[in-house]
């Protein structure tokens, strides 16, 4: 007699979502995002959800809720005071593209190539900030602590 219990071999979990990246006003609104999401990647951009003066601990905040893995060119957020600590109480996990004056294209094809490695961050427990640089090599900053 057969059992009809699945056994763990032929059961297929289902494959965890992608995490959904948030787009910092500073990359624009839509060459980074259209370039994400040509990769299937899910992209939501400040402006969509933010006013353009909207603080950073705002968004920061907010975007720590939704459990969003922010993408910056901001290289100084990690140095202010007021960022730092809603980085750190949201549990942001944030990637900060190091990379000075590129232009939206060259930004979207760094984030592109970096893409499985952000992704791969999930794992890692926020918050924290990683840097990615112009070749899309992403390195760990540092895990942040109260």
Known sequence: MKSKKRSGASFKQKP???PTLFLDRSLGKKTVAEALRGTGANVEVHDDHFPQDA??????TEVGKKDWIVLTKDRRIRFRAI???A???AGVRAFVLTAGDIDGAAMAAVFVKALPKIRFSAKYTPPFIATISKTGSVAMLQQLTN
């Open 16 to 18: 965890p979502e992608s």
């Open 83 to 85: 960022e730092r600590t």
């Open 87 to 89: 980085l750190i109480n």
């Open 55 to 60: 603080t950073d601990e705002t968004w920061l």
